[in-house]
Nanobody, 124 residues
Framework: QVQLVESGGGLVQAGGSLRISCAASGRTFSRLAVGWFRRTPGKEREFVAAISWSGGSTDYADSAKGRFTISRDNAKNTVYLQLNSLKPEDTAVYYC?????????????????WGQGTQVTVSS
């Protein structure tokens, strides 16, 4: 079993930055691939970014490329998502998710473990 806890969300002005974190406990974190997803009311859950268990491979949604950076520190059992140049349309609840195996997926249904989410609000 894996428990995931997100933190670091908040209110920021457009153009600002935030770093959100996903802390894991339970199973060996270094054997889990991790993804970040987001959801806004009335919209489908959206893939944002993902990272392989080693951190050697990453992927981003087009909306995140060039602005967001995913990274991980396996010694701290934590994955980070650095959010730069934020836009009002980035406002959402951001969730981290984990799956067994070395490689990530961009599909939420392929993740087994989910956190409770952290709210990111970007004001214009």
């Amino acid at each position: 079993q894996v428990q995931l806890v997100e933190s670091g969300g908040g209110l920021v002005q457009a153009g600002g930055s935030l770093r959100i974190s996903c802390a894991a406990s339970g199973r060996t974190f270094s054997r889990l691939a991790v993804g970040w997803f987001r959801r806004t009311p009335g919209k489908e859950r959206e893939f944002v970014a993902a990272i392989s268990w080693s951190g050697g491979s990453t992927d981003y949604a087009d909306s995140a490329k060039g602005r967001f950076t995913i990274s991980r520190d396996n010694a701290k059992n934590t994955v980070y998502l650095q959010l730069n140049s934020l836009k009002p349309e980035d406002t959402a609840v951001y969730y981290c998710a984990a799956r067994s195996g070395s490689y990530y997926s961009t599909k939420g249904d392929e993740y087994t473990y989910w956190g409770q989410g952290t709210q990111v609000t970007v004001s214009s």
